[in-house]
């Protein structure tokens, strides 16, 4: 079930004045089912995430997750029982079973909840330390405030901007208690080598990785994560130009690993290093990347364990006749990789002239600029276990 809020509410969001109120739980004992709409407003200062927090908590509050465990006599005794605003809500919450809040914690972003959980009750910080809340770290909405530049890490991070990750990540990663089974970084949040060292020691049971900015990260600290990461499943990356020190580890010291995505060019070599290395890997994403046909054949033919292979809004990239010309970008599928990739359980394709995101690779040589496009589309991938 999902609430709608009515006119009332919308003009109490709009008020000047932010103070603590509480309002309007209405009660339906003919079905004993409990709906209404919880606004909590706390000075301003205090919780800087206000709205959107508060109408997340709102909605599972008063959801079926509560109306299961709380009839409406109850509720009337709790309503009758207690006197001000906040003892109300600290009462309500100190009251509903650990599952429940676990289940609602579960549905607040990672930026929301750390400030909620020092801010708020107790019954609210238990929640949060409930194990299955923290199995998934998802950063995907965090940017980092940096300028691209010339030279190599080729962006400059602003101080402010590193201090505040160290924060977050500080506080999460205490909470999370070495839980974390699920990494998700946005693709311009650029962690700094002794960000993603912490990460990856306080995080040893990462299952699955998602992190394609690597600029700032130095092969050690690469290598050092993977060695921690012994159950590591499944991981998105950049294209880099020397992969090989990545794959190797991986083969070293993740035994179950058997699902790639790869965000950027693909060439011969980088290709080369994957079937030497990962030779039983069981899915491929290549999608929106620019491909070379004889990386790809190579994978086709050296991957035998492969199953699911997606290249989906991905182009071949080849050289002119004259180099000087630079490169050309086609989007006609070679029937030899149609053939050679009939084997597949699963063969994710679309090159067509008239897709829009096949023409946005095209047009951005075959590694697309994320940032111009609609915010998030970059975790879509047709395989759905690569999906975000």
């Not at 650990?98 to 400030?115: A, M, Q, T, V």
């Not at 990750?165 to 962690?191: D, E, P, R």
């Not at 809004?313 to 180099?323: A, F, G, I, R, T």
């Not at 111009?372 to 879509?380: D, F, M, P, S, T």
Request: a positive charge; glycine letters at 4%.
């Amino acid at each position: 079930m999902q609430l709608q809020v009515i006119e009332p509410w919308s003009s109490l969001l709009s008020s000047a004045s932010i103070t603590t109120k509480l309002t309007n739980i209405c009660l339906f004992n003919s079905s004993f089912y409990i709906q209404g709409i919880l606004y909590l407003f706390i000075t301003s200062g205090t919780l800087f995430f206000l709205t959107k927090v508060l109408v997340k908590f709102t909605c599972y509050l008063v959801s079926s997750l509560l109306c299961r465990r709380v009839g409406a006599m109850e509720a009337k005794k709790c309503n009758a029982a207690v006197g001000n605003t906040m003892d109300k809500v600290n009462f309500i919450l100190k009251n509903l079973n650990s599952d429940i809040l676990g289940n609602i914690f579960k549905r607040i972003d990672i930026f929301e909840s750390n400030l909620a959980v020092s801010r708020f009750t107790e019954a609210w910080k238990k929640a949060s330390n409930d194990e299955p809340v923290w199995q998934t770290l998802d950063f995907s909405m965090l940017k980092s405030d940096f300028v691209k530049t010339l030279t190599k890490p080729y962006v400059w991070v602003h101080s402010r901007s590193d201090a505040s990750l160290s924060n977050l990540l500080f506080v999460a990663l205490n909470l999370s208690q070495g839980n974390v089974k699920t990494l998700i970084f946005h693709y311009n949040l650029f962690l700094t080598n002794e960000q993603f060292i912490y990460t990856a020691t306080r995080c040893p049971l990462v299952r699955r990785l998602v992190f394609v900015s690597w600029n700032c990260v130095k092969k050690i600290g690469i290598i050092t994560a993977i060695r921690m990461w012994k159950d590591l499943v499944s991981m998105t990356m950049p294209n880099i130009r020397n992969p090989e020190y990545v794959f190797y580890e991986i083969s070293m010291h993740c035994k179950n690993f058997r699902e790639l995505k790869v965000m950027g060019f693909v060439d011969v070599h980088f290709a080369s290093s994957l079937v030497r290395y990962l030779p039983n890997l069981k899915v491929l994403s290549l999608r929106c990347s620019g491909l070379s046909k004889e990386a790809l054949i190579l994978i086709l033919d050296e991957l035998k364990h492969l199953e699911v292979l997606n290249i989906s809004h991905s182009c071949y990239v080849e050289l002119e006749q004259n180099p000087r010309d630079g490169y050309k970008y086609s989007s006609d599928i070679d029937p030899i990789i149609i053939d050679k990739a009939s084997r597949l359980r699963e063969f994710h394709t679309c090159m067509k002239e008239s897709c829009i995101m096949c023409k946005r690779t095209r047009d951005d040589d075959g590694y697309p600029r994320w940032y111009k496009y609609e915010e998030g589309i970059w975790k879509q991938d047709e395989v759905s276990s690569l999906a975000l």
